[in-house]
T-cell receptor
């Protein structure tokens, strides 16, 4: 069974540009989560999508946004990139919240975003 | 406000011995806890979880203990193997009153485990 996949592996952008990161969940999973791991910091929750809807959002500015497609894949968009957005962006998936009140999340390998 | 804390940045153990990784939390609303292992340049790998209605969960070499009164959990690895060397994260989540997960995992800062042959 294929795990969570993310693309691209690495992304280099300059300050002020926009970045788009993509994620495909494990087959059968309807929930997708995004996390940021900046240097020296732990994993910080960004966004949670389930059944095409944004269900929860972490403490990040509105220029971090995303969406979930009908096939449950997801993309994360970061507008007006700042130097401090340089980080590893991790996507995770789980069964939908209607199936289980608890969420074992399975992570992809991440996208390393570098903002110059 | 760090709600999940792993106070030991690193731990070094001998192969075959027990590794004990600790985690403390402050939010009493957390009711589900997970441990992940992470190798460099890879995403975290799920290891084991425990809900707040239990105080112990075991899966092969991995056992997680939960002490709700102390808001403390620990991961025991017995016996430790060199391949266990990685960064270990504990994470916590909460269900809402209706039992539907909020989705968000709150992670500790991680503990680097090194198992020496």
């Amino acid at each position: 069974e294929a795990g969570v996949t993310q693309s691209p592996t690495h992304l280099i952008k300059t300050r002020g540009q926009q970045a788009t990161l993509r994620c495909s969940p494990i087959s059968g999973h309807t929930s997708v989560y995004w996390y940021q791991q900046a240097l020296g910091l732990g994993l910080q929750f960004l966004l949670w999508y389930d059944e095409g809807e944004e269900r929860n959002r972490g403490n990040f500015p509105p220029r971090f946004s995303g969406r979930q497609f009908p096939n449950y894949s997801s993309e994360l968009n970061v507008n007006a990139l700042e130097l401090e957005d340089s980080a590893l962006y991790l996507c995770a998936s789980s069964v939908g919240y209607r199936e289980s009140p608890y969420n074992e999340q399975f992570f992809g390998p991440g996208t390393r975003l570098t903002v110059l | 406000d760090q709600q999940v804390k792993q106070n030991s940045p690193s731990l070094s153990v001998q192969e075959g011995r027990i590794s004990i990784l600790n985690c403390d939390y402050t939010n009493s609303m957390f009711d589900y806890f997970l441990w992940y292992k992470k190798y460099p340049a890879e995403g975290p790998t799920f290891l084991i979880s425990i809900s707040s209605i239990k105080d112990k969960n075991e899966d092969g070499r991995f056992t997680v203990f939960l002490n709700k009164s102390a808001k403390h959990l620990s991961l025991h690895i017995v016996p430790s193997q060199p391949g266990d060397s990685a960064v270990y994260f504990c994470a916590a989540s909460r269900a809402n009153a209706g039992g539907t997960s909020y989705g968000k995992l709150t992670f500790g800062q991680g503990t680097i485990l090194t198992v020496h042959p």
